[in-house]
């Protein structure tokens, strides 16, 4: 029972680095009530456990059925609401990561596997050997938590930030990650899920609350 307890409490606190391990491939797709259930085609399938958390494109999602060919994954309404994982259709393709473990290297940034919001493509710049990809988002307050230099997560894709503005901001990618990732099918217009760094988060956090607290005292 004591060991049963134990490995809830640890589940509740799965965190990613933000480096994709692989794509996986959307088999099928199934809707129960409000809930959709994917089933996903990867190539550690045979690594995998039931009640694993994987990131999905960055959603944490906990697998729930493994066959031969895919694993299962659900995902409520309040997830399909907040990330693009409704917009997923058979054939698709998500970033995939398995939660960090604690002898693993962290190679990225501190990913919870939350998404905050979702952002959209507005370009795609090629280079000589990268691109740079510029995106919008929803809500202009949310350009408070990202910095010049920062870390952000696009689709569970750790990455660094080359330019912020009012709702605007965009990455660099390399070749090797443009290959392995989501990021070679994005295109203008493009949905894609976005967790800021948890330490701005914080911050903001913290800032709002001196803020009301100044309001407060002048009322």
Known sequence: MQKTIFAVKLKQFSMFSGIVEGLGKITGIETEGSNIHFFVQSSFLDHLHVDQSIAH????LTVVEISDQAYKVTAIQETLDKTNLGSLKPGDFVNLERSVTPDTRMDGHYVQGHVDTVARCTNVETLEGSWYFH???EDEKDSL???DKGSI??????????????????????PYTFENTTFQFIQ?????????????????????????????LKA
């Not at 997560?153 to 390399?174: C, R």
Request: hydrophobic share 45%; net charge neutral.
């Open 57 to 60: 494109n960055g959603v944490c």
């Open 153 to 174: 997560a696009i689709n569970g894709t750790s990455l660094t930030l080359v330019k912020t503005g009012a709702k605007q901001f965009s990455v660099a990618i390399i």
């Open 135 to 137: 995106f919008e988002l």
């Open 145 to 147: 938590l990202m910095v």
């Open 188 to 216: 203008p217009g493009t949905p894609v899920n976005i967790e800021f760094d948890i330490m701005g988060k914080y911050i903001v956090k913290y800032m709002d609350s001196i803020r009301h607290e100044l309001a407060n």
